[in-house]
């Protein structure tokens, strides 16, 4: 074989190999992404649930001081 063929036939390999790695390395990249993602929608899922406890909580309290105040008064 002559050396450009053999030249030629190596520089494709390795362009494709550089390719490969640069997709597997977006797409490990873009899964970490989105993993990062989902915490954070799960932080947030779960102060969403959390919030009518709250203002449940803050009705009663609110109901418990009127009738402090109206047993004062």
């Given at each position: 074989?002559?050396?450009?063929?053999?030249?030629?036939?190596?520089s494709?390999?390795c362009?494709?190999?550089?390719?490969?790695?640069?997709?597997?390395?977006?797409?490990?990249?873009?899964?970490?992404?989105?993993?990062?993602?989902?915490?954070?929608v799960?932080k947030?899922n779960n102060?969403?649930?959390?919030?009518p406890?709250?203002?449940?909580?803050?009705?009663?309290?609110d109901?418990?001081?009127?009738?402090?105040?109206n047993?004062?008064?």
């Amino acid at each position: 074989m002559d050396k450009d063929i053999i030249v030629a036939i190596i520089s494709v390999i390795c362009t494709a190999l550089s390719a490969f790695a640069g997709i597997v390395v977006s797409a490990r990249l873009t899964n970490f992404r989105l993993e990062q993602l989902e915490k954070k929608v799960d932080k947030h899922n779960n102060f969403a649930e959390r919030i009518p406890v709250v203002e449940e909580k803050l009705k009663d309290y609110d109901r418990r001081i009127e009738v402090l105040e109206n047993a004062h008064s």
